[in-house]
């Protein structure tokens, strides 16, 4: 229309609309919101539950002066705090990860993580990259297809598997992460347990990728907090072993954010700063086809707690489950799923066909910032 631009960009915040979904609220502090909708200071519909949940709805400019005249009420002003955060963090799109040598810089353009799986029983791979030589050459390959990271893992996680032991599994990574990181590669070390992660760290990996978001063993915490590592922190509810027995969920999206951050806090308390983090909601563990599918879908609600977003849905049984494909037929569904996931906010990809996501994610780039 020929605006000037900066009318424009009074108007914006006048046109974007947000639902922000609160949880944990006081009866004090609903009060206090529902008094405000109800003056009319701003035109802002709020949604309250007895239980504390309330969605707040309205446009950025509404939201973010309802936020400026919650500041001044004592109960409220926290919560004023994590709303003015959550707004932000919603539009965030580039991120700074305090790297053990070097920062990471995550963002604007997707990050691809390609996988190398060093187990005998590996679904994809099936052992072919048991051997250092091998493993070496397929980082290679993965590099010249476009990877930016490899992630290293020793035991499978896929539904069912079994634990393997700390003996086993430093055996088959170590000399791989050794290699790798000493050819220059950016390396993160797939494991749950904190001896893998030393020895990993200890070899050169930059990065701790649990998929329990370090719960599985205590030690973990420590080790990432000593090492200064970069962490991935995944949901999973229960093990690999027996996540799809139970896949009723009462609110999965809830749930997951609420785990997630729950271990944030975690980390931080055990000295690993916000710097550190990287979320992923965990495709694949512990869901149901319907879960997974709606973890892509409302993916973008993730992008509030203001960390980057992981998503490994690489050959996974839900795309499967949706086409009827085994685990050779599942790329094009993979890259549907990965184009999704970025336009809902995820920058990183945990993948095995490194070509083929670097080019989707290429134009899913060039689309989402035209
Ligand atoms: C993942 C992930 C991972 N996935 C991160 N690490 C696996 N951060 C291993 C299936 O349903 O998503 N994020 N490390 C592999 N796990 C699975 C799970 C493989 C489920 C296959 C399935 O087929």
Known sequence: M??????????????????????GLTGTQAETIKEDALSGASPVTVAASSSGEAVLSGTL???????????????????????????????????????REKDLKIGPSTLIMGILNVTPDSFSDGGLFMDKERAVERAFEMYEDGADWIDIGGE?????????????????????VEALAGKGFTVSIDTTKAEVAKEALEAGAAIVNDISALSMDPSMAGVCARYGAPVVLMHMRGTPRTMQKDLRYKDLVSEVYGYLWSRVEYAGENGI?????????????????????????????????????????????????????DTAGRLTGTLAVSVISILNGAKILRVHDVKEAREAALVADAVRMS
Do not use: W
């Not at 499978?156 to 791989?176: D, F, I, M, Q």
């Open 2 to 23: 020929g605006l000037d631009p900066a009318g424009f960009r009074s108007l914006a915040p006048k046109q974007l609309h947000y639902n922000l979904k609160v949880e």
């Open 156 to 176: 499978s996680t896929r539904p069912g598997a079994a634990p393997v032991a700390l003996k086993e599994e430093l055996e088959r990574v170590v000399p791989v």
């Open 273 to 325: 700063g916000r710097d550190k983090i990287i979320l992923d909601p965990g495709l694949g563990f512990g869901k149901s086809v319907e879960g997974n599918l709606r973890l892509v879908k409302d993916l973008k609600e993730f992008k509030s707690m203001g960390l980057p977003l992981l998503i490994g849905a690489s050959r996974k049984s839900f795309i499967g489950k949706t086409l009827g494909a």
């Open 61 to 99: 400019d509404a939201l973010k002066s309802l936020i400026d005249r919650l500041k001044e009420r004592p109960h409220a002003a926290p919560l004023a705090l994590c709303l003015g955060e959550a707004l932000d963090n919603s539009r965030k799109n580039e991120f700074v990860i305090s790297g």
